[in-house]
């Protein structure tokens, strides 16, 4: 299943000032000329010195609004049915396939062994969604395939690194299903079973069951909390009696009624070795979470910035809680590089959570030292791209236009010298120059940019590749359909389905 993604990506910078830019054309005409774009002027300043409002030059302001218009049903259509939504369709009807053979006495293997499919597919839902392996299967792809592959290769690798929870949704909601085939098939034969293999079945079925309910979209979307606590421990649950089920049923002997088949019979089993990994990969990214010490800074009652220690590779998200184990919060990483001395998260001040950062500023904070990788890891795949997102969306994209000088920032936002501070303007002063960064205050020039024109202009003169989104859902939305009319590449956030 899946999840909104929460906007706390965010960064911001203190002064702007306009300079021409040889990259955008008139926005306000049809004419190729150079249009004034708020940046920082980074040969004026000193280090970290913030920007002075006598220093900023008054920008145009904005354009009209042109009338909407409806994207056509094919471009619709692409943007919804993306590779998350095909995972899933291939491994649902695969598995429900194999359901309708075993039912009809067809597959004698599944008839047999429902247990293994189960557990199988379980094994493969928790594996896509661990960090470690996320993390590997990112590096392989960088590593192996940056640049000199064709285009469309690369852009296959990150839309399927970005939409592994297909293949988590599909192959939860399989595993249930075999399960479930498993239990009714004990129940049919229930004068060979012990009543407590029964009771097992049903509970850890009906556990599963609720754990796939938590993490249905409208409970994540709506009832963020809800989804955290009840999806995290029923299915902690579901491992605890997954595994009560695998030894209980494979140490029945059927034939004398008695539960005589222990030690070496049970460990001989498929499904008794695919509970185990399953249980490695569900505990292996717990094992790095730790107490962090965090230094918070609170540039405007809407924004927080936290400071860890260490630097990180570009691309990187990490997790946060007040709790060891409860309501962990995804951020976008800002950081120099691995040879940093501190990485940062930006926080807009919205729920509970954001909020207490702001009230009750913690000293130290639960996170994974481990971080996992977000869709613009896969930067590093690309010769050249553009980075375009919306207020506090500047955390997840500005690590990605710091660590590489072939990235394009686009940022808009409203109001953005008072609403964030200066720690990460010293950041983008040092290192997105004028010539690739585009900032558009919407409070300053009256009113929203016209995105796509601007976004046409920056994507052809800057011979881009691909386009990085990060935005509000409709902002999203938007882009990402202009992109797909317009033939331009581009990967919008995930609202996990």
Sequence with gaps: MSTRPALAYNDAEKGTLDVRSPQIADLAKGEKKAVDIDVFPVQSLKKDAPVTPSNVAKPPPAPAKPAKKRAPLWVLWVIWYNSYRRFFTVIFIVNFTGLGFAIAGKWPYAAKYPGALAVGNLNVAVLVRNEIFG??????VNMFFAKWTPLWFRLACTSTLQHLGGIHSGCAISGVAWLVLMVVHQFKTKYMFNDSILAFGVVTAVV????????????????????ERNHRFFGWTSLVMTWVYTIVTNAYNSADGRFDHVGAYVVRQQAFWYTVGMSVFIVLPWICTRHAKVDIELPSPKVAVLRFERGMQQGLLARISRSAVKEYHAFGIISEGTHAKYHYLICGVQGDFTKSLVNDPPRRIWTRELKFAGVSNTSTLYKRGIRICTGTGLGAALSTCIQSPYWYLIWIGSDQEKT??????GLIHRH?????????????????PPTMKILKEVYDTWQAEVVFITSNYIGNSEIQQGCKEAGIPAFGTLWDF
């Design 135 to 140: 993390r590997f299967l990112y590096g392989f």
């Design 432 to 448: 997105v120059g004028p010539e690739r960064l585009l900032l558009w205050d919407s409070k300053t020039r009256g009113g929203r």
């Design 420 to 425: 964030f501070g200066p720690t990460i303007s």
């Design 208 to 227: 599963l069951f609720i754990t796939i309910c938590a993490g249905l979209p409208w409970v994540r979307n709506t009832h963020h909390n809800v989804f």
